[in-house]
């Protein structure tokens, strides 16, 4: 369940880039950039946003200054995106794992992620139910949106994981070392013995991890 538990890891160190993590002052003046913002792309209002997230006004207003701080234009592209991603893995390649990332956010395939795009992932990843999150991680694996992970696909992101921990993995690996933590994978995932795990054979197996489950409580209380 290792790259589970990477994904969370890892969107926290994204949250926290971001800002999430900081406290917001009552003095910030963020709603007066949603109405004035001379950014390339502006975003939908305060209150469409509350009605399409489970993120009150104050938590937008957060999240929109963040934003806003790593991507002043508004929208952020792939390599935008893995230019943010590498500052957390200086000691490794990170950008293809940060393309399996990028793809999960960019729900309309339009080579961008927006604000909008950027809550309406993070709703689900803050303040969805455990199903909602374990759904959305199920997406990120599922690379060609099949309904379905197969070995190959697998394969691709152990070996994503891996050249972004770069020098740091330890012991120090050797090459069979992804193959064997995919075979492990759908040893433990794929129930029917058919050679893809699906999305009720991902979610039974994760919600019988207890790793996974804690982890997941991590979420709760970022913002």
Same mark, same amino acid.
């Given at each position: 369940m290792v790259t589970v538990l990477v994904v969370l890891t890892v969107l926290l160190k994204v949250l926290e880039q971001f800002g999430l993590?900081?406290?917001?002052?009552?003095?910030? %003046?963020v709603e007066d950039e949603f109405e004035l913002s001379t950014a390339c792309h502006r975003p939908e209002g305060l209150e469409q946003l509350q009605e399409q997230t489970k993120f009150t006004r104050k938590e937008l207003q957060v999240l929109y200054r963040g934003f806003k701080n790593e991507c002043p234009s508004g929208i952020v592209n792939e390599e935008n995106f893995k230019h943010i991603y590498s500052q957390f893995f200086p000691q490794g390649d990170s950008s293809t794992y940060a393309t399996f990332l990028f793809n999960a956010f960019d729900t309309n395939h339009?080579? %961008?992620v927006s604000f909008e795009d950027f809550v309406a992932g993070l709703s689900v990843i803050l303040r969805g139910t455990i199903d909602d999150r374990l759904n959305w991680a199920f997406n990120l694996y599922?690379?060609?949106k099949d309904g379905c992970i197969t070995k190959e696909e697998m394969l691709d992101i152990m070996k994503s994981i891996y050249d972004m921990m770069g020098k740091y993995t330890y012991p120090a690996l050797r090459e069979e070392a992804p193959r064997e933590h995919v075979e492990s994978f759908f040893q433990k995932m794929d129930r029917n013995k058919d050679g893809v795990v699906t999305i009720e054979e991902f979610i039974e197996s994760c919600q019988k991890d207890e790793n996974?489950?804690?982890s997941m409580q991590l979420f709760d209380n970022v913002i």
């Open positions: 993590f900081e406290p917001v002052s009552l003095e910030d %003046s339009d080579g %961008s599922d690379l060609n996974i489950m804690r």
